[in-house]
């Protein structure tokens, strides 16, 4: 056991000389991901809209948006899936029309959907993956087995896929994405459709794996758990980007704390706060919702003021919720909803002039 962890450690120090090497032959890293002014459209249809913006080497950057955003549709631009309309992308230095190749190279993707064959078994389909990016036979082995041991595979590195489970999949497809050595590892809604809590367990293996490896991860999702955990956020609307910037930084940006009042009558108690307080609060299912700075001192101030009773009061930070809220005037959900809207829609006129 002490020898095959010290080969594992030599192992792992080797790729971050070998990293460290290229760095030094290229002088300052440049950015593992590079966009600017990217545009897709589809007929009429504008699914990407100017995008611009950089990722840093090592970083887990993540795109948060609703359904039809337009983060699948970029992330198929930086994996060479599609070509742009307009506007230039390079990932870890190549670019992504001029040289396809070599990004595909450089690159790990774990899709929305499993893409993994069932009928082989965990290590045949980290084989298969390994001779498709041309790593040498007498690698395979020694990559893939740690790997494997990381996701908490090993023991089932022989079964067939099929009898894995939804989350035991997405571990395997994770390991694969880094089974070549990838500079950057894209995963598109890699927790989609899986319950709570293999969710906490997928990240729980990433978290692992970014402490071992010196990928740089690239994320989309449209759950909020998923990007507090990253280094930088990019929120992607209606194909833009509305703002970039670290949790902290993006939740900061609010500026206020949220207090929500539920009342005997939270028209009326609106009507009393904007006319002694000057503030407009919105009238929620929770109660009324208002925005103010330094929300546990506005409370007694506000008890003061009310006539009507207060039933239950709740004072809380913003949230990347909000966030979303401030920048794009909407929730993440309702903007989920009319991204379905307007998907029906644009298939029926696609039937009607059919």
């Given at each position: 056991m002490i020898v095959r962890g010290s080969v594992m450690v030599l192992r792992q120090t080797l790729v971050r000389l070998r990293f460290l090497l290229w760095d030094q032959r290229v002088g300052n890293p440049e950015p593992a991901v590079e966009v600017d002014g990217l545009i897709r459209r589809f007929g009429s249809f504008t699914a990407v809209d100017g995008v611009s913006f950089a990722v840093e080497t090592g970083e887990?950057?993540?795109?948060?948006?609703?359904?039809?955003?337009?983060?699948?549709t970029t992330i198929s631009i930086l994996c060479t899936l599609l070509r742009p309309t307009a506007g230039t992308a390079r990932v870890a230095g190549c670019d992504v029309v001029k040289q396809q190749g070599l990004v595909r190279s450089r690159i790990g993707l774990v899709f929305q959907e499993t893409t993994l064959d069932d009928y082989l078994t965990g290590s045949e389909n980290l084989r298969f993956h390994a001779v498709l990016y041309g790593v040498p036979p007498r690698e395979v082995r020694d990559r893939a087995q740690p790997l494997l041991e990381m996701v908490g595979l090993a023991s089932r590195a022989d079964h067939q896929v099929r009898f894995y489970s939804g989350g035991m999949k997405r571990r395997l497809e994770i390991a694969r994405g880094l089974l070549h050595a990838p500079r950057v590892l894209f995963l598109d809604e890699p927790t989609i459709g899986l319950d709570p809590q293999t969710r906490v367990h997928i990240w729980e293996y990433v978290d692992t794996l970014r402490q071992r490896e010196l990928t740089t991860m690239f994320l989309t999702t449209h759950y909020m758990d998923e990007a507090e955990r990253c280094d930088r956020i990019a929120i992607i609307d209606g194909g833009k980007i509305v703002a970039i910037d670290t949790p902290?930084?993006?939740?900061?940006s609010v500026g206020t704390d949220i207090v929500t009042l539920l009342t005997n009558d939270d028209a009326a108690a609106r009507a009393q706060v904007r006319r002694v307080f000057g503030i407009d609060g919105d009238l929620t299912p929770e109660g009324l919702r208002l925005d103010v700075r330094d929300g546990e001192a506005f409370v007694p101030r506000v008890f003061e003021h009310l006539t009507v009773g207060v039933q239950n009061v709740n004072v809380r930070r913003p949230s990347l919720d909000d966030v979303f809220l401030k920048y794009t005037?909407?929730?993440?959900?309702?903007?989920?909803?009319?991204?379905?809207?307007?998907?029906?829609?644009?298939?029926?006129?696609?039937?009607?002039?059919?």
């Open positions: 887990l950057f993540g795109f948060l948006g609703p359904n039809g955003a337009g983060k699948t902290a930084a993006l939740k900061a005037g909407r929730g993440i959900r309702d903007a989920d909803q009319d991204a379905v809207a307007q998907s029906k829609a644009r298939m029926g006129a696609m039937a009607r002039r059919g």
